[in-house]
């Protein structure tokens, strides 16, 4: 990892454009992989969160996946950015190597254990071949009856894969485009999306609606806004490089602003409940405001000063393990409550210890391996890490 050890008053430097890796981006990714697992507590494990505790919060945790589509977004500009620096080099190539040894091993790994362990019965059923086949290709999460056949939160791969065959093509032209013309395109291409899914579950009742809404409003047009907001984000960083946009007067008011945006969106959420993927204001206006609480969170972190130094590899191994949190959790809470009469603060704390220590074990003998491998170079260096490679 290439990191900037200058050091100013006990702190690491705020790493620049070029240094390689943006710490806070790994704090946002632990952040939402632990929202999501602590989401499926509730909705899987029956865990009692009042709204109004220090958790209530968590009953919205599934938005940590909005997040992971903003950072993804963000990550992707910084990193292609990069790659296409030497044109001659084929950055295609290596874009898509890189993000296949970071997606698919650990994604097909949890596929077969959960498998194997936690739902062996669906190699019996008569659409198995389609089922696995459909999960290798990445095009599971098109079809309603696959979506979350193999571990529910899986879904969210295919859109990440669909994203990174979409950025192959038009990556020339998002990082060329202006930040605004790259969100005016996105949301365009939403609204429209999301007018087809109002227009589809407007006619059922709004228990029935909510699974074809989540389901056809979480395809990648209908998310892009998502991406592209984490993507805009990024590109504004590069527009904005003189000292006085990172005073702490202007972060203040970022993190206000964030704070306000996440607010509004939590309200929104809380008076819609399940209208948010039925309803227009919920398909559109709520999630417009998903969306800028996201991209305000990325901008914020991309622009906030290192941590001390100290806390630099805690928040480092938290982003290591993020991706292991989010495939792993779900299995495991489903065979936790297989367990009789297992108490909700046992389960919580089982859960938490069992993902943790799949997610180290992921990271140390698969996933670091394979990002290892490649990122090295044809002369068999390894080139610095790009952020959130």
Sequence with gaps: MSEADA????????????????????ALRAFAALSV??????????????????????????????????????????????????????????????????????????????????????????????????????????????????????????????FYALLLLIAPWALRVS?????????????????????????????QGAGHGFFLATQLPGVLLGFAGGAAAARLLEARRDAASHRPRSLASILVLTLLAWIAAGAALLHLQAG???RLAGLL???????????????????????????????????????????????VILLLLRLPELPKPALVLACLGMTLALSWTGWRLLERPCLRWARRRPTGTVAPRQAGA
């Design 276 to 278: 948010y993927w039925t």
């Design 37 to 162: 697992l602590g989401y499926h507590l509730i909705v899987m494990g029956g865990v009692d969160l009042p709204l109004t505790s220090p958790w209530g919060w968590l009953h919205f945790g599934f938005l940590g996946v909005d997040l992971f589509f903003a950072l993804s977004g963000a990550v992707m500009v910084i990193s292609t950015r990069r790659l296409m620096v030497n044109p001659a080099a084929g950055w295609r190539k290596t874009f898509l190597r890189r993000r296949l040894a970071r997606i698919v091993p650990l994604y097909f790994a949890s596929c077969v254990l959960f498998l194997l362990v936690v739902e062996p019965f669906r190699l019996q059923q008569d659409d198995t071949l389609w089922n696995l086949v459909s999960h290798a290709l990445f095009v599971h999460n098109l079809f309603p009856a696959l979506h979350g056949a193999l571990n529910g939160p899986s879904w969210s791969l295919g859109v990440e894969m669909q």
């Design 179 to 207: 930040p605004a013309w790259l969100l005016i395109s996105a949301t365009l291409v939403s609204l429209a999306w999301r007018l087809l899914t109002f227009s589809a579950v407007a006619p059922m009742d709004e228990a």
């Design 7 to 26: 050091e100013s008053g006990g702190r690491v430097a705020r790493p620049s454009p070029d240094a390689g890796h943006y710490l806070w981006l790994d």
């Design 285 to 331: 206006g709520a999630y417009a405001a998903v969306c800028l609480a996201t991209s305000m969170s990325i901008w914020l972190a991309l622009r906030l000063p290192a941590p001390p130094r100290s806390l630099a590899p805690l928040i480092r191994g938290a982003g290591n393990l993020s991706y292991g949190i989010y495939l792993w959790h779900a299995g």
